[in-house]
């Protein structure tokens, strides 16, 4: 049986996007080595992750279909937190990585299926979970030296973990604001999540009763648009400019 935050970080997240059919948070130490941490990666994602575990889940009396699923590198959570907040609460900190998945796969909902449909047209979905996490090219790889770091957490995955972080606090009253769910700011080379969420508006809140997906599969407000592609396009020069040439 899943630990309780386990069972509780799920619950989250139906009440979250409870249009998910199913959510599937599994520690990589259940594993095998074909799910390897992936750079500085504290969890992982993709849209066909839940394939890959079905084998896993199945064995587990877990599999309920296709759905959500992200595999928690926990290892890596406590030994990076523990030198920097002595005493911090595991389960919280476990489960704000959980939310961060989540806003990679509700924003993945247009973006990756559209990215991978060759790729999945090539190759049938039960293969995935013969052969192992699939052999993405290199554009899919966060925190590669030759990317810049904001790779794979653009506008769309800031606006949906804004989105994310407003519906647990509100919905589940789990204690989490935009900066604690790992989005924007310095570690990504761009402005700070605060004025992401400023340029969003009210947003989250107004549109707190639409589906999820349903609302980020919609265009986001325009200030929200023009900051964000403002604020990526001095970061690129920026990167540019620091690169070796």
Known sequence: MPADWISDAESICRSVCPELSAVYIVLRAELNSSFDQCGRCLGYTSPFLDVQLEPFLERDGRWAG???????????????????????????LLTTVVLHELAHHTERGRSWRHKLAVELAERPLKDWANTGPPKLSREFLSFDADLPPWHNHGAEFIRSAIHVVHRAWTLCGFPIHSQQIDAAGELYGLASIGDYAHA???EPARLADRPLLEVLASDPPEAFSIFAAADLAAAEAEWERRSPT
């Not at 928690?72 to 389960?91: C, K, M, N, Q, T």
């Open 200 to 202: 969003l508006g009210d």
């Open 66 to 92: 296709r759905g959500f699923a992200t595999v928690i590198y926990e290892d890596a959570i406590l030994a990076a937190w523990r030198a920097r907040r002595p005493g911090f609460d595991v389960d919280w």
